[in-house]
């Protein structure tokens, strides 16, 4: 198979993994925070144009929070991989012989034979450049991040928990009365949790109707502390 269509397919997966991972970290707060917050609410005011206010506000302050968490979770990997290059080059100008005793001792862990060890090692320290990507991804297990990543990361996380917010507030726009717009909101928000625990534990592969449920289970004891919370201070 053409090697160019190995590293696209590699990419994409890539991609992908990191994508589900923003949809999972954003969905799964933007559907928990603000269904807790609005359940609690629920058991303190009356008026259902409080909660749709206060859970827009908190969308928008979680979205933003949470967006930021992922930017700055990116901009720290692509540091940390930065200051590991600019230490590879160092060692590969100024510590060589460990360095080429640390690539023969790759090669040896792999099953080559010392001449190939060897052979193998000379052709990759001809190319500095290339011997530092060979140490970072094999010696250190680091790929080369997206340097668009951050912004990336940012914006699915920040509008996956919008969208997961809009879900249990859906209800408050549309009944006047909290108490009953809350049943809407949990039948709702649960469904949506189940659903989504079901698809994320089919992509993390565990036991998908277990998963389902454990994150469904989450989601009502957050909401069902808070509600008890403000009807205790109530």
């Not at 060589?96 to 090692?121: C, D, M, V, W, Y």
């Amino acid at each position: 198979m053409d090697s160019s269509n190995d590293q696209s397919h590699s990419e994409s997966h890539l991609r992908s993994s990191d994508l589900l991972r923003d949809i999972v970290i954003g969905m799964s707060d933007g559907l928990t925070v603000p269904f807790a917050l609005a359940a609690g609410l629920s058991g303190a005011v009356a008026s259902s144009n409080i909660i749709v206010i206060a859970g827009i506000a908190e969308i928008a302050a979680g979205s933003i929070a949470m967006g930021l968490g992922g930017y700055l979770a990116g901009k720290t990997e692509q540091d940390h991989y930065k200051s590991e290059v600019a230490r590879e080059y160092n060692e590969v100008e100024n510590l060589r012989h460990l360095e080429i005793a640390e690539t023969k001792e790759f090669f040896a862990n792999i099953g080559l034979s010392p001449e190939l060890q060897e052979q193998a090692t000379k052709e990759i320290a001809e190319d500095k450049d290339r011997w530092v990507d060979f140490m970072m991804k094999y010696e250190l297990g680091l790929e080369k991040p997206d340097p668009r990543r951050a912004t990336k990361s940012a914006l699915n996380i920040g509008i996956s928990y919008i969208v997961g917010g809009i879900i249990p507030l859906c209800p408050y726009i549309f009944i006047s009365n909290s108490t009953e717009a809350l049943k809407y909101s949990v039948i709702a928000t649960l469904i949506c949790l189940f659903v989504f625990g079901y698809f994320k534990s089919k992509i993390t592969g565990v036991n998908a109707i277990w998963g389902a449920v454990r994150v469904m289970l989450i989601g009502a004891m957050a909401a069902a502390a808070a509600f008890g919370v403000a009807k205790l201070f109530q």
